[in-house]
T-cell receptor, first 115, second 112 residues
Framework: AQSVTQPDIHITVSEGASLELRCNYS??????LFWYVQSPGQGLQLLLK??????LVQGIKGFEAEFKRSQSSFNLRKPSVHWSDAAEYFC?????????????FGRGTSLIVHP | DSGVTQTPKHLITATGQRVTLRCSPR?????VYWYQQSLDQGLQFLIQ?????ERAKGNILERFSAQQFPDLHSELNLSSLELGDSALYFC???WGTGNGYTFGSGTRLTVV
């Protein structure tokens, strides 16, 4: 069964600093990979996704993620964090086997941004 | 506004009661997914419907059931509620395999 690990429960950065959120997955084939963001009291919003092709994926709000097959990782990055980026970030991995696509979500990383 | 509408936003009910949560998917999306989010379990997949038919089941309790209607809206029915059922319940929709979900803003259920 597929699994997703987000090793950091909380990450604290200063506004303007760079950010990297880690995500490791366990899956036999090439997975579908996603990053979502959840602001307080809101649903999850898709930041970016990877299916195939270029392993560096650009998303919304200035985020990018890099798929590294050798490390089974899909880390999320942003060069300069804004205070409005404070939120919960979820990595998810899925597949389309059997015609039913159900991603598994990590437990999330809470991003705290200091002024 | 994501295009996925969930009602009600908040629900407070007593143990043993039954509630119905409603979800209208984004226009054009045929698949609807229900998730439960709690502090101890994280985001748990409950059930998926595709164009009116059940497609996949996750960690859904027997006390819970769902259906998707011809107009593609979906309802999640939770019965014999327990304190541990208190959680955020999200609906998400998608139009194709692997396109990523569009989530609603959720229903916060509190069982007292």
């Amino acid at each position: 069964a597929q699994s997703v690990t987000q090793p950091d429960i909380h990450i604290t950065v200063s506004e303007g600093a760079s950010l990297e959120l880690r995500c490791n997955y366990s899956y036999g084939a090439t997975p579908y990979l996603f990053w979502y963001v959840q602001s307080p009291g809101q649903g999850l919003q898709l930041l970016l996704k990877y299916f195939s092709g270029d392993t560096l994926v650009q998303g919304i709000k200035g985020f990018e993620a890099e798929f590294k097959r050798s490390q089974s990782s899909f880390n999320l990055r942003k060069p300069s964090v804004h205070w409005s980026d404070a939120a919960e970030y979820f990595c998810a991995v899925g597949d389309a086997s059997g015609g039913s696509y159900i991603p598994t979500f990590g437990r999330g990383t809470s991003l705290i941004v200091h002024p | 506004d994501s295009g996925v509408t969930q009602t009600p936003k908040h629900l407070i009910t007593a143990t043993g009661q039954r509630v119905t949560l409603r979800c209208s998917p984004r226009s054009g999306d045929l698949s609807v997914y229900w998730y439960q989010q709690s502090l101890d379990q994280g985001l748990q997949f409950l059930i998926q419907y595709y164009n009116g038919e059940e497609r996949a089941k996750g960690n859904i309790l027997e006390r819970f059931s769902a259906q998707q209607f011809p107009d593609l809206h979906s309802e999640l029915n939770l019965s014999s509620l327990e304190l541990g059922d208190s959680a955020l319940y999200f609906c998400a929709s998608t139009w194709g395999t692997g396109n990523g979900y569009t989530f609603g803003s959720g229903t916060r259920l509190t069982v007292v």
